[in-house]
């Protein structure tokens, strides 16, 4: 059973850094795609980055040049670095790992970026 775990969330003022960690259980080659994905209150849940297994990236139009996505494949983990936050970003930050078969997702990290 694959595991994804998140780290790396907190309080943050605007301007500011934080980032997210997710760590998985086994290899993350074994996903053809893995992503960060946000969801606000009351808000539905949003893919923010993603990252395929040959590196490329893609990111919601609200976050690029701010947000980067990168892997550490030694390490099992995927990266989101969010740098001038805003208050906009405050969510819940979760990480997502998809297969050809189905999807995985780690338990989420809040995110909350102060004025």
């Known amino acids: 059973q694959v595991q994804l775990v998140e780290s790396g969330g907190g309080l943050v003022q605007a301007g500011g850094s934080l980032r997210l960690s997710c760590a998985a259980s086994g290899s993350i080659f074994s996903f053809n795609v893995m992503g960060w994905y946000r969801q606000a209150p009351g808000k539905q849940r949003e893919l923010v980055a993603s990252i395929t297994r040959r590196s490329s990236t893609a990111y919601a139009d609200s976050v690029k040049g701010r947000f980067t996505i990168s892997t550490d494949n030694a390490k099992n983990t995927v990266y989101l670095q969010m740098n001038s936050l805003k208050p906009e970003d405050t969510a819940v930050y979760y990480c997502?790992?998809?297969?050809?078969?189905?999807?995985?997702w780690g338990q989420g990290t809040q995110v909350t970026v102060s004025p």
């Open positions: 997502q790992g998809s297969t050809y078969s189905r999807a995985y």
